[in-house]
Each structure stands twice: as C-alpha cells, then as structure tokens.
C-alpha cells in the first residue's frame, strides 16, 4: 500500500464540486484531494488543474498521480498489542496502562504508534500522505482501555468525522473519591488549559476563549464506603475530560496524581497494592464502520490492577 507512485483514473459522474467528486471516486480524503490538486498532481482529460471547487462535467476522464508515502518519522518497533478487532481499514486496541499513544518530546519511542508501525508494516496507506496509523483519539498514558485508530485516509476521514458530530460511543469506567449524592448526572464545564498551572486542564468559565465545550454524564455503579465505582460516558473528547470533570465536582479519581487526593483512609489500600495510577479504563467503544457502514460495538473487561482495588474497597465497606 506504500512504496511506489500509482495512479488513479476513471471518469466524473458529473455536478459535484471537483474535490468531493475525486475524494468519492479515489477514495482518498479531501484534504488529501486539495493537496494533490496544489501539488499540480491531477488532470482532467489530460489538462492538470488545481481549481477545487470547479464542477466538471459528466464523463470527464480524470487522472491522480499519488506519490509515494513518506515514510513515518517514528520507528516501528516490536511491542506487544492486545487486538479487540482488526481489517483492512482500522484496528480496535485495547491498550495497558502505562502505554503512550503518541511520541513526543519525552516519549520518542515505546509508544502504541510504534508499536502499530510493526504490527500494520505493509498495510498502512499515506495517510496525508505519511505512512502511519491514524490517530483519531486518544487515552491518557495511564489510563487503560479501548481506542480505534484508522489505517487507511478514508477510514482516519470517517472516523475523525464520527468524533467531531460525536457519534462514537464511549464509556468509561472510573473508581471515585467519596460517594456522588446523586445516582446519575451531566457535568458540563468549558475544559482548556488552568490559569494557575500550565501543565494541568480546569474548568474554565464559557467566556474563556481558550477552553472548548465539554459534557460527562456519570452513573454511579456501586457504592464503596469512602469511593464509589461510576460509569462516565463522553459526549465530547476534551484532553483530561474524565478526571477535570469529576474532580471539579468533588470526586476526583482514586490514584490520579494530578487532579486527586486520596482520602487519608484508602491511602493503605492504595500503597499496599502499589496503585499509582488515575483509577480509570475505557470500556465501551462503539462506532459506525466508515468503510463498511456496520455497526460495531466493544467491550473491555477492568484490568487486573483496577479489579484488585474493587476487591479491597469492597472488603472494607
């Protein structure tokens, strides 16, 4: 799927703007399309044009010349995955705490986008047009759970537009600080960057420019004496959500270094079984195939660690 320049051809049906059109014909997303058109790398019946909006007529012969993809600037390397779902278009991970999604800046390496740079080699198109894994969202280094990441420029288009419309299902599961009085509710709060520390996301007023709209609804699962077991689903996907929104409701996540305190009586519960991590899995992923067009919906057991803690608070109450 990478490797060497290819071309796509065919003929227009007619009376769409020329970017749709192509996108729909090639498969190829239309910012990939508008790239290509720039790069001088599109012709129609063998004119090159670079007018995306232009409403070519129907049967008009078209011609993409797609370059090669560059290769990633992340190294593939052999780290194991546990793999919920996989196809041509995308693949379903359910991934450990602990793991990065992403490189970055203290994190070039070892990361769940390496790790997929071994597993998908030979399977990953140009996504805009480098070859690598599509990264449509992501969790927290130390949170567990499931996450979709897209193989193919049509599937990252499709997925990421599910994301935006928030369509995608996602629900997680998170073990609390106190009980929350009410069984069920809506934290909605403008989520950005904290005017007291840069390196931590708040609830900021709506007024604020830099915070964006975000919506938790929580249920509560089980009472546990001094913590409680909820389900948080996400309408929105805001860096931190889970953990600002409970947090600012009074009932930050047990184990969250950043945004909890522990109550002082669940502290040797969580120094004896070394839980040093916000308490938190994604669980619940659903979404409509962006290629296929089926339904799919997963599920993810709590991991060892979080199940473990259950079990202790359990046996406290």
């Known amino acids: 799927m990478n490797g060497e320049e290819r071309i796509i051809s065919g003929t227009l049906p007619g009376g769409e703007r020329l970017d749709k059109a192509l996108s729909l014909a090639s498969g190829l997303s239309r910012e990939r399309i508008k790239a290509l058109l720039a790069d001088g790398r599109i012709a129609l019946d063998d004119n090159v044009t670079a007018q995306a909006s232009l409403k070519p007529a129907a049967g008009t012969a078209f011609a ?3 370059p090669a993809a560059a290769p990633a600037e992340a190294i593939a390397q052999d780290i194991p995955l546990s793999i919920v779902f996989e196809d041509e278009h995308l693949i379903v991970i359910d991934k450990p705490a602990g793991l990065v999604v992403h490189p970055a800046a203290g994190n070039l390496d070892g990361t769940l986008v390496n790790a997929l ?13 480098v070859v690598r894994p599509g990264i449509v969202h992501r969790i927290d280094k130390e949170t567990s759970g499931l996450l979709v990441v897209a193989k193919t420029d049509a599937a990252h288009e499709g997925l990421a537009k599910q994301f935006a419309d928030h369509s995608i299902h996602r629900a997680y599961r998170a073990i609390v600080a106190g009980v929350p009085k009410a069984a069920s509710g809506t934290v909605s709060g403008h989520i950005g960057r904290s005017d007291h520390d840069r390196k931590k996301m708040a609830v900021l007023h709506p007024l604020n420019q830099r915070g964006k709209h975000a919506v938790t609804h929580y249920r509560l699962i089980e009472p546990l004496g001094l913590a409680g077991l909820v389900e948080c689903r996400l309408e929105t996907g805001r860096t931190h959500q889970v953990r600002v929104h409970m947090a600012s409701i009074g009932h930050p996540l047990l ?7 522990n109550p002082q009586r669940l502290k040797p519960i969580l120094t004896q079984l070394h839980f040093a991590r916000q308490a938190l899995h994604a669980a619940e992923l659903g979404f409509i195939h962006p290629v296929t067009g089926a339904a799919h919906s997963f599920a993810s057991a709590l991991p060892a660690d979080m199940a473990g803690l259950l079990v202790e608070l359990r046996n406290q109450t």
């Open 117 to 129: 740079l071994h597993h998908c080699r030979g399977q990953l198109s140009g996504i805009g047009g």
């Open 255 to 261: 184990g969250d270094p950043v945004y909890g305190r």
């Open 64 to 66: 993409i010349t797609v």
